[in-house]
């Protein structure tokens, strides 16, 4: 058990619809972390957030907007995706951001028809 | 700009076997190394963590070796057992941004045949 849940586990979506990724960390930690996973590419970072405050966004399309109202939950809103945005959205957390391992989540399968 | 890369994609060998996997990263100026492991629809676990001033880390089975001239890491695994297989991920701190900017690889896909 990580300590980092994600939901849902599985999401299909269309392209006009808006839904919602949630993470949650149970163990502490201060930066919490987007990811996304596409088949055959490397994990790629999306976001940074330390304390609750926004600390990188690495150049994501504003169609994924993040939200991080305390230093125990994230959130990734999605609207108006494209079918390459269909990915494995992994959320991760750690004590510190800078020195301290990160623990990551089970990770949100989205499927964007 | 940082690349890691990791060869081979996939590696199948016999239960009890020792084996390799390797990472070789562009730029020398990292922060630190890790390994991590991927279960099929599961995140990321870390396995090893090794400072850019150090050498190797080892874990049970498991040893992590770092080069940072040649930029070349490598994960030996002694006496492979078949939950050991799994993917496993090789990433890189960037210098000055700590564990915050890992560059990942794509992963060699570990199949331990019993």
């Known amino acids: 058990e990580t300590g980092v849940t994600q939901t849902p586990r599985h999401l299909v979506m269309g392209m006009t619809n808006k839904k919602s990724l949630k993470c949650e960390q149970h163990?502490?930690?201060?930066?919490m972390y987007w990811y996304k996973q596409s088949a055959k590419k490397p994990l790629e970072l999306m976001f940074v957030?330390?304390?609750?405050?926004?600390?990188e966004n690495n150049s994501v399309p504003s169609r994924f907007s993040p939200e991080c109202p305390n230093s125990s939950h994230l959130f990734l809103h999605l609207h108006t995706l494209q079918p390459e945005d269909s990915a494995l959205y992994l959320c991760?957390?750690?004590?510190?951001?800078?020195?301290?391992?990160?623990?990551f989540g089970p990770g949100t399968r989205l499927l964007v028809l | 700009k940082q690349e890691v890369t990791q060869i081979p994609a996939a590696l199948s060998v016999p239960e009890g076997e020792n084996l390799v996997l390797n990472c070789s990263f562009t730029d020398s100026a990292i922060y630190n190394l890790q390994w991590f492991r991927q279960d099929p629809g599961k995140g990321l676990t870390s396995l090893l963590l090794i400072q850019s001033s150090q050498r190797e880390q080892t874990s049970g089975r498991l040893n992590a070796s770092l080069d940072k001239s040649s930029g070349r890491s490598t994960l030996y695994i002694a006496a492979s057992q078949p939950g050991d297989s799994a993917t496993y991920l090789c990433?890189?701190?960037?210098?000055?941004?700590?564990?915050?900017?890992?560059?990942f690889g794509t992963g060699t896909r570990l199949t331990i045949i019993p």
């Open positions: 991760a957390s750690s004590l510190d951001r800078n020195r301290e391992t990160q623990y």
């Open positions: 990433a890189v701190g960037r210098a000055n941004f700590g564990n915050e900017k890992l560059t």
């Open positions: 163990l502490g930690h201060n930066a």
């Open positions: 957030y330390n304390f609750k405050e926004q600390t």
